[in-house]
């Protein structure tokens, strides 16, 4: 009787850790299920993600490569008609029946002829235009810059 009293005491004194126990258990359970999807996550972004992130950055810096290259040969042309006036003088105006500055029906069919070939009649000079449109100083690739932003404004 008496041994049978203890044990129940013993029990009732147990009963508490017990509740801990399962608590901490679930406890255990939930957290582990979390840590599953943290690592599913963190595969995901690893795997899947970094990848895209990584063309799309190769992307973005193609794009900027090519403005910059565009900015460096529209400040070139830019610089190259507008110097002294250079080409801008008649090309502004139609002066002399110069073909004007984005104004397509003075060209004609003159853009069919390629940029090259346009940048060597500016070189030699054509009829009323002088050798070199005037721009004496101007570099080869500067002229045909300044052709090609002709062209561009058509
Ligand atoms: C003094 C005036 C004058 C200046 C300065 C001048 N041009 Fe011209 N340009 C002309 C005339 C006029 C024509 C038309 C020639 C023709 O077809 O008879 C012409 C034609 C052109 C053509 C078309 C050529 C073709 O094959 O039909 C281009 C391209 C051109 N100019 C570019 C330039 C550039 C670039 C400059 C500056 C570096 C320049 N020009 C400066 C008067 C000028």
New binding site residues.
């Given amino acids: 009787m008496a041994e049978q009293k203890q044990k129940s005491e013993e029990q009732k004194v147990l009963e508490p850790v017990k509740q801990i126990e399962i608590e901490t258990k679930d406890l255990v359970a939930a957290s582990r299920i979390w840590i599953y999807i943290i690592i599913g996550l963190q595969a995901y972004l690893i795997f899947m993600i970094l990848p895209d992130i990584n063309t799309r950055m190769e992307w973005m810096e193609k794009d900027l490569s090519s403005v910059l290259v565009q900015s460096e040969r529209f400040k070139k042309s830019t610089r ?2 507008a110097k002294d006036n ?2 801008a ?3 502004s105006i139609g ?5 004007k500055f984005a104004d397509l029906a003075s060209w004609g069919s ?1 853009p069919d ?1 390629g940029i090259e ?2 940048t060597e ?2 070189k030699n000079g ?5 050798p ?4 004496m100083d ?1 570099a080869d690739e500067e ?1 045909t810059a ?2 090609q932003y ?1 062209l561009d404004s058509l």
């Fill in positions: 190259v008609f250079a080409c003088t008649c090309h002066l002399a029946g110069a073909p003159r002829e070939h346009l009649q500016v054509l009829n009323g235009m002088p070199m449109g005037m721009c101007c002229l300044a052709v002709m």
